[in-house]
């Protein structure tokens, strides 16, 4: 059953990631060229090592969210949305994972 919450599929994806980055100087980004992820503003997000340690700071329970698909709502509290605005391309989407 899908969630009733706001976020595409690049949100989603960095979402799912989050919870299992807990190595420092780990890093995942995801977004899509048109600058539109899904029914929001927001490309796409990005987390790293600390995403999971601050959400739970803040009370933010990453499961919850993806129970939900409301990636959005999650990133958007952490400030982690990547927003550029509508591109105008449309040619893919870009994930990008770095362990420095």
Do not use: C, W, Y
């Amino acid at each position: 059953m899908l969630g009733k919450g706001l976020g595409g599929r690049n949100q989603e994806l960095v979402l799912a990631a989050a919870s299992k980055l807990k190595t420092e100087g780990a890093v995942i980004a995801s977004m899509s060229t048109d600058g539109i992820d899904g029914p929001t503003r927001a490309a796409g997000a990005i987390a790293d090592g600390k995403t999971l340690t601050l959400a739970l700071e803040l009370g933010l329970e990453p499961e919850k969210f993806l129970a939900e698909n409301d990636s959005n709502r999650f990133f958007s509290r952490l400030e982690d949305l990547i927003i550029t605005g509508p591109t105008g391309t449309n040619v893919n989407d870009i994930s990008v994972i770095t362990i420095l």
